[in-house]
């Protein structure tokens, strides 16, 4: 039998399209529909619909693709859980195409009322003041950021997320029933994170994916080069953390929990 059947292949890659812009839709638009609607979300419930934005994306994905939903995971199950090699490029374009077409749609979904908002506060797009809106699709850095702070910190939540999720989905520990409940287990692990993110680590991302392509998007749609900086510094790439920090973090807490703990 080929493992790398086109049918089956074409699939998965639908579900991945599909499981990571279901995340997308429900995050950001949650974010979307605070900040430019009179109808607000306090950080709370903001975590709660990530959360449970996870669940549902993994109870749609995890049967047909594994629930990979991002390009991070998808490169660690390649190196540590035997996934075929042939279907991480395929997986990984799948999740980035998911991300950028959602990211558009919520983007149309609000886009008069993301004018209105511009016209009303006198806001160009690619100053300081544009980021307000540019962050309801991607982090920034704080005023008085530390370059190694924010990269250590999201490297170590990536480390505890991966363990994590290795020991809920961990098939020699898992408990009767527990598969179906697996979902809603890694949506309050992913609400607690972002939550933690929102109140005070701030800018944890998880998934490069998530913040890499709005960065683009964004880019095309007038934010310029200030869609990969942030304001406080115009030159510096920081965007390279949410990117490279996850993929670093996660493949090296695989790595931890195969070595030291499921060996």
């Given amino acids: 039998m080929n493992v790398f059947n086109k049918k089956n292949i074409l699939q998965q890659c639908i579900v991945e399209f599909l499981g990571t812009g279901l995340i997308i839709f429900f995050g950001f638009g949650s974010l979307a529909t605070s900040k430019l609607t009179d109808f607000y979300f306090n950080k709370y419930e903001i975590s709660i619909i990530w959360g449970c934005s996870v669940s549902f994306a993994i109870y749609l994905s995890d049967s047909i693709s594994g629930a990979h939903l991002n390009p991070a995971i998808t490169i660690f199950l390649s190196f540590f859980d035997k996934f075929n090699k042939k279907k991480v490029l395929p997986y990984i374009i799948s999740q980035i195409s998911g991300t950028f077409f959602f990211t558009t749609l919520i983007y149309y979904i609000y886009y008069n009322k993301l004018i209105s908002f511009e016209h009303k506060y006198n806001i160009i797009r690619g100053t300081k003041e ?34 994590i999720l290795m020991l ?41 994916a ?4 709005p960065r683009i998007f964004l880019s095309i749609m007038g934010w310029g080069e200030i869609a990969f900086t942030g304001v406080y510094n115009h030159h510096f790439p920081y965007f390279l ?6 993929i670093l973090g996660i493949n090296l807490g695989g790595w931890i929990y195969k070595k030291f703990i499921n060996n």
Avoid at 132 to 161: G, H, R, T, W
Avoid at 183 to 208: D, E, M, Q, W, Y
Avoid at 210 to 213: A, I, Q, S, T
């Fill in 130 to 163: 544009s980021l307000q809106l540019a962050s309801i699709f991607c982090v920034y850095p704080e005023k008085n950021y530390i370059f190694i702070y924010d990269f250590i910190i999201e490297i170590i939540i990536s480390i505890i997320f991966i363990i």
């Fill in 210 to 213: 998530h913040d890499l392509v």
């Fill in 168 to 208: 809920i989905n961990d098939k020699k520990k898992m408990f009767v029933m527990q598969k179906k409940i697996n979902p809603c287990l890694i949506g309050v692990l992913v609400a607690i994170i972002n939550f933690l993110s929102v109140k005070s680590l701030h800018n944890i991302t998880l998934n490069p």
């Fill in 241 to 246: 953390i949410s990117t490279i920090t996850p």
